[in-house]
């Protein structure tokens, strides 16, 4: 008899633990930077702080901004002041309240901070104030039509502000569904559910644990065999044996960002070539390039064709910028036209295989219509390096994304932008993309990248190839998530069957 | 045997001033700031000009050496710039698992190689001899990687027999730690085993027609006896120096086997660091490299005085 009820008592014992003790595996590209949200500037860092730290607001799929933190936000004083509504009832992981004091000293740190990466994201602030206990008043030396955006990412993240003079990167006191337990660098990053969260009953995990596995390969086998739940970015070269598995959930979405090819468009020596300086050569280039035959060969139907910065999720990705179809024909003639017959450049860029294979097929598309390019595979720091310096005649390169149109333009293509390594210039454009920075109304916006693209399209210092897709791939047990756009984990109603 | 331990100490000391004078260089010429790689995509010119300043990085090279000389000597070997974490706790988080994947893969392949080798030796010129040096030539031959993943293709994914990748300490579940270090350790030691086999095989020829052997066997006494008494216990010597030369390197850090299989340790640190241009990381895992590879020199030197008892009293 107490052999029995011992034994009975295990086994719930057991069993117990076995359903509360439930973890969620997510095998993650690379290892995250440092864990502090206004310093960090990684993209598998974002998804890390997806889950530990709650932010003023969030987007959904359709890159409209939603409540988080705050309530609801208005502007006033012509758009130069923001102010928001916050809850009363969040806590930071260490107990302390998040009030408008805690939210005024964030965003602060974010601004002040030496090196706080987020200070350019919110250099049109002047001053932060806390009107009350939970209402906060941003204001601005400038309409700024970006700020928004900015505060929907690490910028409008939240830390405990007694924990601000201690080594938070390495130990993070945020507010989120999930709070910080351990990290070993290259390892696993593991949080653990946070009790005291509001919405605490809609999240099923107890832990979390993000595990870096940087070979593609490998990661998938993880999931595979049954030792992660869900992976990020896929490698395009498995996305067939994916769709076949029924074992697996295969859920690719376009994301914010591209992947395209950067001009050295400037007064440099090395620009003085013929695809540097006449645009007619880099509008051939262009025709020369199939965008659809890069998708099938080696994106698998992953790479959507880009013809423009903007993803396809933006409101601002317009219709009157067509993806321009390969025309073998048509290249000739225009270089023709511009008085070559064969013209050859240099194109170099990340050393990755699936760069490889994307440059390969540029180089053999291209040839056909009087390109000579000689490829260049560069370890990516000492290519970042070369670009800045304008040691380069043309690049394959890409940008991870922004919610905001501007994130994904302004620096870029403006006279003095800090990204803008193809040294291009041209005042309009300066003018159009700075005054698109001043409206919060659509339409207007809509109508000034118009006119700056009409330029754009025409220069051509950036020929824009694919939007860079998140192709997630997850067990079958896992239940109810949803891929957004920019690449985060949003876990809140995801669940395991078991 | 002091003394001889006292005088390695000492010109131990020159050797790891001058190769972490040489990485330190290395790494400067290196193409590639990295300031871009540390201050985020958007590259905020004051946020650049703020960390250059806070990591010395325009001072002139000799300065930069010398500052992180200095903070060396009193226990400080920096901080990662990638992720701000002290180098210190790093080596302390990664040389255990290193080391448990050296050991490993040392045992494992001590025991395939070694009476591999003998047997190969004994049995020269026969089938056996012939397999066994084609299986040796085949384990040098293939490359660890792709061993690696078909392994994890193999035995996790289709058997479900051991974890694909990743890590768990001896002191958590040392159970679940040689589980995920079984296959990474027996990758490396296929190309080891080799090695160890081919090199056991001419040391013990080499021993076998020796004069005494055949006294040995005209004593009279068992082949087993022969064998291994009299001949294996001379040709110890050049196995002994390779397996702890082999030791030491493997304390380098296999590079390919950490990434296939993702365990983080030294190898893996050490090339995301480089990739990085995270100087402190690869000056701090350089240093206990070569330590430990000085080490081990020391250790062989030792165990050759021990096993030949010639050595021990000088001439």
């Not at chain 1, 013809?307 to 270089?335: C, G, H, I, M, T």
Request: hydrophobic share 45%; net charge negative; aromatic share 8%.
């Amino acid at each position: 008899m107490k052999k029995t009820m011992f034994a009975m008592l295990a086994t719930t014992m057991l069993a117990a633990t076995a359903a509360s003790a439930q973890e969620f595996r997510v095998g993650l590209q690379e290892d995250p930077d440092v864990l502090d949200p206004h310093r960090a500037r990684t993209f598998v860092g974002r998804i890390v702080f997806m889950s530990l730290c709650n932010k003023l607001i969030d987007v959904d799929s359709d890159l409209n901004f939603v409540p988080e933190i705050a309530t609801a936000w208005e502007w006033s004083n012509e758009n130069k002041r923001l102010t928001f509504t916050l809850r009363d009832d969040m806590v930071f992981h260490d107990g302390t309240p998040l009030n408008a004091e805690a939210a005024v000293a964030n965003l602060e740190r974010a601004r002040t901070l030496p090196d706080s990466l987020r200070r350019s994201e919110l250099a049109s602030v002047e001053s932060v104030e806390a009107v009350d206990e939970h209402t906060i008043a941003l204001n601005l030396s400038r309409p700024d039509a970006t700020l928004l955006a900015q505060l929907s990412d690490r910028a409008g993240m939240m830390l405990s502000p007694a924990t601000f003079e201690s080594d938070l990167g390495t130990n993070p006191v945020c507010s989120g569904p999930y709070k910080f337990v351990s990290r070993v660098q290259n390892d696993r990053i593991v949080l653990e559910k946070f009790a005291d969260h509001p919405d605490a009953d809609q999240y099923h995990f107890e832990r979390l644990i993000f595990q870096p596995i940087p070979d593609s390969t490998v990661r998938l086998a993880n999931l595979r065999a049954g030792d992660l739940d869900m992976l990020e970015r896929l490698n395009p070269s498995d996305a067939e044996t994916v769709r076949n598995d029924a074992e697996l959930q295969f859920m690719p979405v376009a994301g914010l960002g591209y992947q395209g090819i950067t001009v050295n468009v400037g007064d440099g020596e090395r620009a003085q070539n013929p695809l540097g300086t006449d645009k007619r050569v880099r509008q051939a280039l262009q025709l020369a390039v199939g965008r659809d035959i890069i998708n099938d060969v080696v994106g698998n139907g992953l790479f959507d064709p880009a013809q423009q910065p903007f993803p396809p999720a933006s409101p601002y990705n317009n219709p009157a910028f067509p993806v321009v179809e390969r025309d073998v024909e048509a290249a000739k003639a225009l270089l023709a036209e511009a008085g070559h017959e064969r013209v050859s450049f240099e194109l170099s860029f990340g050393n990755n295989t699936t760069a490889m294979a994307i440059n390969e097929l540029v180089q053999a598309m291209a040839t056909e219509a009087g390109f000579d390019i000689s490829l260049r595979p560069t370890e990516f720091a000492a290519m970042q390096q070369e670009m800045q310096a304008g040691n380069f005649q043309a690049t394959q390169i890409g940008w991870s994304g922004r919610v905001d149109p501007d994130g994904n333009l302004h620096q870029f293509v403006t006279c003095e932008g800090t990204l803008n390594d193809s040294n291009y210039c041209n005042e309009d454009v300066d003018r159009l993309l700075n005054e698109a920075r001043l409206t919060p109304v659509v339409e207007e916006r809509q109508a000034l990248y118009q006119a700056a693209q009409d330029i754009l399209q025409d220069d051509l210092p950036i020929i824009y190839v694919y939007h860079q897709p998140w192709p997630f791939v997850l067990s079958n047990a896992v239940q109810d998530f949803k891929p957004y756009p920019d690449g985060m984990l949003r876990l809140k109603g995801v669940s395991l069957s078991n | 045997m002091l003394k001889i331990i006292a005088r390695r100490v000492l010109v131990a000391i020159p050797t790891l001033v001058l190769v972490s004078m040489i990485v330190f260089g290395l790494q400067k010429i290196l193409p590639g700031d990295p300031l871009l790689a540390i201050a985020g995509e958007e590259r905020d010119p004051q946020v650049l000009a703020f960390l250059r300043e806070k990591y010395r990085l325009d001072d002139p090279f000799f300065v930069q050496y010398f500052a992180w000389l200095g903070n060396v000597l009193t226990g400080d070997f920096g901080h990662s710039l990638r992720t701000g974490v002290p180098v210190s706790t790093l080596i302390a988080q990664k040389l255990p698992v290193t080391l448990q994947l050296a050991v490993m893969a040392i045992i494992i392949a001590m025991l395939i190689g070694i009476p591999a080798g003998i047997i190969s030796a004994v049995r020269k010129g026969t089938a056996t001899d012939y397999a066994a040096n084609a299986v040796a030539l085949s384990g040098m031959s293939i490359p660890n990687f792709w061993l690696g993943i078909i392994l994890i293709m193999v035995v996790s994914v289709q058997w479900r027999l051991l974890p694909a990748s990743g890590y768990v300490p001896l002191s958590v579940d040392p159970i679940q730690s040689l589980r995920t270090m079984a296959m990474p350790s027996f990758v490396l030691a296929t190309a080891l085993a080799a090695y160890l086999m081919r090199h056991t095989r001419s040391a013990m020829l080499g021993v076998l027609s020796s004069d005494y052997i055949r006294t040995a066997r005209a004593k009279g006494l068992l082949p087993r006896s022969v064998i291994l008494k009299h001949a294996l216990r001379n040709a110890l010597m050049p196995i002994v120096t390779l397996s702890t030369l082999l030791f030491g390197e493997l304390l380098a850090g296999a590079v390919l086997t950490e990434q296939v299989f993702t365990i983080p340790g030294f190898g893996k640190l050490i090339v995301d660091a480089v990739f990085t241009r995270d100087y402190a990381v690869v000056q701090g895992v350089v240093l206990c490299t070569a330590v430990g590879f000085i080490f081990m020199n020391l250790v062989a030197d030792i165990l050759y005085i021990l096993i030949n008892p010639r050595l021990r009293h000088p001439q």
